[in-house]
Structures are given as C-alpha cells and as structure tokens.
C-alpha cells in the first residue's frame, strides 16, 4: 500500500474513532506541545533537553542556567503552536497571519526584526545556499502560497514538502525562518482536515539532505519521506489513544511477543507498523501491528 492511500485510510480510522471525543483530542494536543517546542528549537541548535523544556513551560526552574533567549525561545513557540491549534480553522493563510506568527515567535528575541520580512540589505546564506534579495520575499511568498493552495489534486505529503521546501528556500525573515516554516506546515494541515504533525530533532541530518535535493535538483522526494512519516506517526498515535488501546513501549511489545527488538525499531521508523514516537520513546498499542 502507497504511502498516501496509507494516510487515506488513517484519516479515515481517525475521524471515525474521533466522534465524541473532542476533550481526549484536546489532551493529546496539549500533551504534545512541549514536543514540538522541544524538537523544533533543536533543530535549529538549542541546547534545551525535553525535560528542560517542558519545566520551562511549566515555570519550573532548571537546574543549570539557560539563556535569556532560549527561555523566550521555548515561550514563544509554545505561544505560536497553541495559537496555530485554535486559529488554523478560521483564518486561511495568508502574509498577514505569517507576519503575526513571526512577531509571536521573535518578541523580546529580536524585536528589531519582529513580524517584518527582510529588508534592504539584510541578506541571509542557509549552508550553501543564498537566499533571494529582499525585494523578491513578499512576490514569491504570495507565489508559494497560491501555488499551494492551487494545488488540490496533489496528495497532502507533496502539497506540505514543496510549501516547506520553498518557503525555506524563500527564507523571508532575518531570523526565525525554520520554526516558522515548520509551524506552518501544521497551519495548513490542520485547516485541510489533518493532523499536525512534528519533524523530529533525531531526523534532522535528513531534513537538510532535503534541502540539499531541493536545491540541487527541485526534487521534494525526501522532504515527501520526512512529511509522510510524521503524518503516520501523528495518526498513529491518536487513533491508540482514541481507541483505548494499553499503550506500551516496542521494547516491551517485543518482550511480550518474543518478537526481535530492533527489526520492530526499523519498522517503526519505516512507519510500517502502527507504532510511534512519544517522548523519546517508540511506543505502540498493545492490540499489534
């Protein structure tokens, strides 16, 4: 089965065990916010833990000292990711509401560059890659935006990778550009009907290799890999919950099936059994694969 008719077919399970159980949704979104704070500030080198992350947005205090800015960083997000959840149904995405995430996400980080696109001479390099002058970010982004939206026939798993892909590609703000993108791509999910979905911190050597392609070739093959996987491994984990499934570690499913620990690992990251990644941890309903 294709990875797409697999989503299909998730989507499908979801909305139906989903019927009547909006307050079980609203835990499982609120549980996960630390996570997608967690693993996208990661990528982009903070060095705040899950653990760290979650007390801080809980208003615990650390045990070692963390930056002003990484404080704010984890704050922000939290901020950015739960607005997301409540207003991606309403509003349909525009250069307005990329602006106001922006502000959101960089007050009292960089309030200079706060909710603006870049500017004059403020040009910005991504590895190799130079990004377009300033006075080209608001046509292409209103280009990227249009073609996305356009783009209906197209399966989910592209739509998200190429938006991604050009967005990132773009890199509209002076600071910021990788956990707007990625926040965005839930924005858009969640007001097609799907879930969000995280990029996790341990895929992030992937996730570049994706820009590399991208920017090499103008291929989103691998991009496409890293969306479809996080889409399952999102539907997964709520359809165990929503059906009220004994949620254990692989490791302990493998015990308990005498079945090989690390060839349940591979599958899981393959994404070819109902398992997911929770917490630094694969995880997976008890009733099986």
Same mark, same amino acid.
């Given at each position: *089965?294709?990875?797409?008719?697999? @989503?299909? %077919?998730?989507?499908?399970?979801?909305?139906?065990?989903?019927?009547?159980? +909006?307050?079980?949704?609203?835990?499982?979104? $609120?549980?996960?916010?630390?996570?997608?704070?967690?693993?996208?500030?990661?990528?982009? +080198?903070?060095? %705040?833990? !899950?653990?760290?992350?979650?007390? @801080? !947005? %809980?208003?615990?205090?650390?045990?070692?000292? /963390?930056?002003?800015?990484? @404080?704010?960083?984890?704050?922000?997000?939290?901020?950015?990711?739960?607005?997301?959840?409540?207003?991606?149904?309403?509003?349909?995405?525009?250069?307005?509401?990329?602006?106001?995430?922006?502000? *959101?996400? #960089?007050?009292?980080?960089?309030?200079? #560059?706060?909710?603006?696109?870049?500017?004059?001479?403020?040009?910005?390099?991504?590895?190799?890659?130079?990004?377009?002058?300033?006075? =080209?970010?608001?046509?292409?982004? $209103?280009?990227?935006?249009? $073609?996305?939206?356009?783009?209906?026939?197209?399966? /989910?798993?592209?739509?998200?990778?190429?938006?991604?892909?050009?967005?990132?590609?773009?890199?509209?703000?002076?600071?910021? &550009?990788?956990? @707007?993108?990625?926040?965005?791509?839930?924005? !858009?999910?969640?007001?097609?009907?799907?879930?969000?979905?995280?990029?996790?911190?341990?895929?992030?050597?992937?996730?570049?290799?994706?820009?590399?392609?991208?920017?090499?070739?103008?291929?989103?093959?691998? *991009? $496409?890999?890293?969306?479809?996987?996080?889409?399952?491994?999102?539907?997964?984990?709520?359809?165990?919950?929503?059906?009220? *499934? +004994?949620? #254990?570690?692989? &490791?302990?499913?493998?015990?308990?099936?005498? =079945?090989?620990?690390?060839? =349940?690992?591979?599958?899981?990251?393959?994404?070819?059994? &109902?398992?997911?990644?929770?917490?630094?941890?694969?995880?997976?309903?008890?009733?099986?694969?």
């Amino acid at each position: *089965m294709s990875i797409y008719k697999r @989503i299909d %077919l998730l989507r499908q399970q979801y909305y139906k065990f989903a019927v009547g159980k +909006n307050s079980l949704l609203q835990l499982i979104g $609120e549980a996960e916010v630390a996570e997608q704070v967690y693993n996208s500030n990661a990528i982009e +080198n903070s060095t %705040l833990s !899950l653990d760290e992350t979650e007390k @801080i !947005l %809980l208003n615990i205090d650390l045990d070692r000292f /963390v930056s002003q800015r990484e @404080i704010f960083e984890a704050r922000n997000l939290e901020r950015v990711v739960k607005y997301i959840d409540l207003k991606a149904v309403q509003q349909k995405l525009g250069l307005e509401e990329i602006l106001l995430l922006h502000r *959101m996400l #960089i007050t009292n980080i960089r309030d200079d #560059i706060a909710g603006r696109f870049r500017e004059d001479n403020e040009w910005v390099r991504v590895a190799n890659h130079i990004a377009c002058a300033p006075e =080209l970010v608001t046509g292409k982004l $209103e280009k990227t935006l249009a $073609e996305y939206h356009s783009s209906i026939t197209d399966n /989910v798993i592209k739509r998200i990778a190429v938006f991604h892909l050009n967005f990132e590609s773009i890199h509209p703000f002076v600071d910021g &550009n990788g956990r @707007i993108g990625r926040v965005l791509n839930n924005y !858009l999910l969640i007001r097609d009907g799907y879930v969000p979905v995280n990029i996790k911190f341990i895929d992030r050597s992937l996730y570049y290799d994706a820009f590399q392609e991208f920017d090499r070739s103008g291929k989103s093959s691998i *991009m $496409e890999e890293i969306v479809g996987k996080a889409l399952t491994n999102s539907y997964h984990k709520r359809l165990a919950y929503l059906r009220g *499934m +004994n949620i #254990i570690t692989l &490791n302990e499913y493998a015990k308990r099936n005498d =079945l090989s620990h690390s060839n =349940l690992i591979n599958k899981a990251k393959r994404q070819t059994i &109902n398992a997911f990644w929770e917490k630094g941890v694969w995880k997976i309903g008890n009733s099986g694969l």
